[in-house]
Each structure stands twice: as C-alpha cells, then as structure tokens.
C-alpha cells in the first residue's frame, strides 16, 4: 500500500487529502484571525506612537519659537539701545520717553503673539518693562532667582515652571552689550507663555478612549499637567528605556503608556491609556478562538499528518534546493547529503530533471567563468600598462625643465620622488594599494612638480585616519592630479591649489582631486561623462581610470567629473567601502 501510494500521481493522492480540507481552512483562519489581531495591536501601538510624535514635535516646535523671542529680543538694537541709554540716562523724562519706547518694540517684537502671556523685560536696576496679553509683577523672589540663573547662563536661555504667583512657564536669558562689544549686562527678558494651551492645542485629540498626556523632566518631574494623580507619577517613575511603550499595571488596573524623549527640551511626552479601553475585547475574543481552534487542529492534524507530509516533502525538498540554488549556494546543493527517498510520481521526475538542469548549468558556469577571468585580466592588464610610458614622458619633462634652471639638490630632491615613484610603477604584483600608499606617491610627484612650478603650486589633502587603510588601484588618483596641473596650473595666471579629500557616503568611499583653475565648459563636461571624449596628447584620459575602476569594483563604481568654466574643477573616484576585500584583491591580480 506504502510503495502503490508513492507511485501514484500528485493529483490522485490530492483526492485523498480532501479528507483534510477542513484542517487546512481551520489553520488558514487561525493565521489570518491571529494576524488581524497583530495588525490591529500593531495599528494602536503605531497610532498612539504617531498621536505622539505629532503632539511632542508640535510642542517642541512651540517652545523653539519662546526660545528664538527671548534671543530676538536680546538681540535687537533698538532693545540694546534703549536699554544703553537707561543705564545712562539721570533724566526722569527721559527715562521715561525710552520706557515707552521699549514697550512699543516690544509689542512689535511679538509681545502678542500666540501662547505669549507677555514680554516681561528689565533694566539693570530690575525695573521692570512689560508688554503683552497678561503683563503681571514678578514677585521678588522668584525675580532674584531668574537674575542669578540667567547671570550664571552668561546669555544663554535659562527654562523656569510656574510658581506660586505665576502659572505661565519662562525662558528668560541675560541680555548684553553687543553693539560695542563690550558684553555688559544691561538687563534681562523673561519671555511668559502659557504651556497649556500650547499643550492642549495640540493634544486635543488624545481624549478618545482616555487617553491622557504627561510631561517630564530627567528628574521625572512632571512638567504637564500642573494637575496630577498618583497614577500618573506612578506611570512616570516605572516606564523602562527612553523611547518604545509599556504595560503597567496600578492596582489591579491596566495601562498602555507609549513614550518618546524630545531633543530640544530634553523633556520626555507620554500617553496613557487604560489598558481594558484598547485590548480587552480583543484578548476575550482572542482566547476563544484560539482554545477552539487548537482543539480542532489536534484532532485533525493527527489524521492528516502522513498524508500532508507524503505529498509536500518531496515538493517541500525540491523548493529547498532551489532556494539554496538562487542564493548562490550551488556547491551546498552538491555537497549535502539528501536522505529523502523519491518516489516515482511527478514529484520524483522534477527531483531528477532538477538535478540533471543543475549539472549542465555548473557546467556551463565553470566554462564561462574561466573565459571571463581571462578576458578581465587581459583588459586589466592593458589598461595598466598604459600608465608607466606616459608618467615617465611627464616625469623626464618635469626633471629636464628643472636641470635646465640649475640646482643639483633640487635635482636631487626630484630624482629620489622619481626614483621611488617608478619602483611603484614597476611593481605589478598588486594592483590594489592602500589609498596611503598611492597619496606617497602623489606627494613624491608634487614635489618633482614643485620645483617647476615653485609658489604657484599649493596642494592640500584632507584624508581621515580610517580611509588611510582604503585600498584603491595603484596609479589612479595620480593621473588626476597630473591632469589638474596640466588643465588647470599651465592654463592659469596665479598659484593653483589642488586638494585631495577623501569621505565615506554610506557603503561607498569618494576621493575627489580639486582644483581652482578654469575649468570646463559643460558640453565638454558631458562629452568626459559620456565617454565620448579623447585625452589630449599622451596623457591617461578619465575613460582610462574609469574603465579600471569598473574592471576591479563593478558598474556602479568610477569617475564623476564636476567642473565649470572659471569655477574650476573637481574629479570625484567612487569605490566601495570594503574596497580591499580579498575577493576583490584577488580579482584585480588574476
């Protein structure tokens, strides 16, 4: 019966799986019921979290606004002037033309926009000029208090919370001197706003199912609301981690508190909400279903459990195979031993034809991977060979202009950066070399070019520590500077600086050659870009450094030319950040 049942085709042993239909509609109900349940936690979990963010940033947003008041006021010459000449002035009427002045700038200024109370501003004999909605009288006190804060802040802005007498939040900050830098105190502004309005203006939409919006402080203080229960200290002083949401339980109630610090302030916002409001119905329904639904599968996963896994395992077996085949694993495919025995239905053919597909395409990849690693080689090879006769013309150029001139140190001098530079010319063992590597030379060869061009060559490189290590082709920013001085120094009056700059933009590596000389057209630009633009004499064209680089890393990598005429011109070289991997060595040396 076994082996007649092996033997049969897919579609007979289905029929006999009709007998389990039911299991596998129970099964697909309970995913889909389990995973509408998932979304649905998920959408409250992300709807309160973006209720939040909204709420914080908009709050954030309100406190930036009371912030950037305080140092406009501050900062304004008018508010600096008059307050100057308050310090100086001994005429009462005077004094008193100025105090009015004040207060009408400050009602320019914005002592009634939105959520200020007022603008409350002081001389340096605390006398005090207030403008706004709800201009009030500081007590003593809490003045003394905001003067020696602000002092200590030396400018900077100083948040104070409500006090007994005043329920609006501060952000006040010392105001000095700036006009004629002497930085001298010549008072203080007190910027009053109302936070439960800015925060109610903007949590007006967390009523629904009580939820409820608290602010905190490091300290966990709570700023907002003035107003609080112990549930709601409870709430804050139990929440664990910075940012993500918790379950807290408070005498045998539930609650869903998700929370977020905010950046500026260095506040933290938090809703809460009652636990049975969101998730109880859910979890009642939840748990029927799921006790009804694993009775049922054990029922019937019993009875159905030979005969899924006689018409799945070969199938299942085969898609694994494929799977390990698309991500490249062939040599697994081969080398795994397979204990499943194949029957000889559809299911067993599909195995075998598999299998024997498989063998030709290894075949036929072993066959076209040798012809590519010798047609790479040959064009890599071709393309590097290009760089020693042309860098020894230059080189021979440079040293004879310089024997003509005179001067046996400098000739000394150019011949050791010669010397060196065609060790490295010669050396054709590694194609790769460290970014550190190829920058010696290049400061070997601004030195033979330095005494050419003496003060109208300045170089500059600008390369992090962490790049030095970056392997690059060898010879390939060379030509770049090479060609800057030839395009950019020979074709300009004055000294041109050329700068090497090397930065990590995500997974890839940028080293860019830039000069101030007169740069380019753009239709040549584009003509570079496109490819469609020969060199010039016997010099190394982009085209040449490009097609290395695509050779070695791949399409995405190359040359990026950016230039315009009389703003100079910069050549970027993008390779990978893991651009001295072995795979990579090992491929250029080929």
Known sequence: MKMFYSNLRIKYKMFLLISLILLLFSIGGLSILQYAFHVYNEEIHQQSAQSLRVSSTSIENELEKMERLSYQVSTDQYIQSYLYSMKKSENDYESYIISDELRSRLLEIGALNKYVDSLQLYDVHDKDYGAGNRVITIEDKRLAMLKQQTNEAQGGVEWFFPGETDDSFIAARE??????????????????????EIISSFSSSLNDKGAKLLVFNSDKEIIYPQETTAVDQYMVDNIEGRDGYNLLDYKGDSFFATFTPAAYSNWTYMIVSPYSNLFEAVSSVRKAVLTTYALLFILLMIAGMQFIGGVTGPIESLNRKMKRVQTGEINQYYSE???????????????ENFHKMMNQINYLIEENYKKQIVIKDSEYKTLQAQINPHFLYNTLESINWAAKMGGNKEISKMAESLGYILRSSLDTNNSLITLKEELKIINHYITIQSYRFEERLA????????????????FSLQPLVENAIRYGLQQMVGTCTITIEAKTVGQYVVISVEDNGPGMEGELVEKIASGHYESQGTGIGLKNIDERLKILFGPPYGVEVQSEKNRGTKVDIVIPNEGGTDYVQSAAGR
């Open 175 to 196: 105001i000095r001197s700036y006009l004629n830098l002497t930085f001298e105190r010549l008072g203080m502004i007190a910027v009053r706003f109302n936070m439960d």
């Open 459 to 474: 170089f500059r490189e600008t390369v992090p520590d962490s790049l030095l290590l970056c392997r690059v082709p060898r």
């Open 337 to 351: 031993e397979n204990d499943l025995r194949l029957s000889n239905d559809e299911a067993g053919h599909m195995h």
